[in-house]
Antibody, heavy 123, light 107 residues
Framework: EVQLLESGGDLVQPGGTLRLSCAAFGYTFSNYAMSWVRQAPGKGPEWVSG????????FYADSVKGRFTISRDNSKNTLYLQMSSLRVEDTAVYYC????????????????WGKGTTVTVSS | DIQVTQSPSSLSASVGDRVTITCRAS??????LNWYQQKPGKAPKLLIY???SLQSGVPSRFSGSESGTDFTLTISSLQPEDFATYYCQQSYSTPITFGQGTRLENK
């Protein structure tokens, strides 16, 4: 069974840093682009960042550009999101998601999502 | 960025009703429009991709269609488990953008 399991969410002060992880199971991780999508309380999903299957190409929403860094370790079947200079408005549930077809761009449809990890930015 | 405008924002319906939800893209996106269902406390679940392709395991009462830049999700006969929030998402170009969502409530 294909599964994604996020971890690393926590309560952090404004200006702080956090690293999220997403462990992938049940498929060939290195063949699929991945994304992080977040959802603030009571709001719709917001795409945050995407990465190609090889990890060579990365993409960011304007709201996080320069503060967040996406990466992947295909030998460990794990996706990461390094978050710095965190703001109150970054408070959300963060989901990782895989694209639905091999070798496709990250912005293709997302067929499997993790359960999410909660990031709360507050003093 | 491509904008996707979803309507209505909320909808009241009864079990057995036929329900339609619409998304309009701000420019041509071919058939690169996907639909997700989300229940409280859960991750979004893919229903329809490529405008009209049914994701594996999704009941056939869900269907998608398109006309130009207008896309429609139809639930042919609403079931109790279908009360949820629905989102469209364009996958034509970066960045990924989602519609604002439609909350489907029990009348």
């Amino acid at each position: 069974e294909v599964q994604l399991l996020e971890s690393g969410g926590d309560l952090v002060q404004p200006g702080g840093t956090l690293r999220l992880s997403c462990a992938a199971f049940g498929y060939t991780f290195s063949n699929y682009a991945m994304s992080w999508v977040r959802q603030a309380p009571g709001k719709g999903p917001e795409w945050v960042s995407g990465i190609s299957d090889s990890g060579d190409n990365t993409f960011y929403a304007d709201s996080v550009k320069g503060r967040f860094t996406i990466s992947r370790d295909n030998s460990k079947n794990t996706l990461y999101l390094q978050m710095s200079s965190l703001r109150v408005e970054d408070t959300a549930v963060y989901y990782c998601a895989k694209v639905g077809e091999r070798y496709r761009d990250y912005y293709y449809y997302m067929d499997v999502w993790g359960k999410g990890t909660t990031v709360t930015v507050s003093s | 960025d491509i904008q996707v405008t979803q309507s209505p924002s909320s909808l009241s319906a009864s079990v057995g009703d036929r329900v339609t939800i619409t998304c309009r893209a701000s420019q041509s996106i071919s058939s690169y429009l996907n639909w997700y269902q989300q229940k409280p406390g859960k991750a979004p679940k893919l229903l329809i991709y490529g405008s009209s392709s049914l994701q594996s395991g999704v009941p056939s009462r869900f269907s998608g269609s398109e006309s130009g830049t207008d896309f429609t999700l139809t639930i042919s006969s609403l079931q109790p488990e279908d009360f949820a929030t629905y989102y469209c998402q364009q996958s034509y170009s970066t960045p990924i953008t989602f519609g604002q969502g439609t909350r489907l409530e029990n009348k």
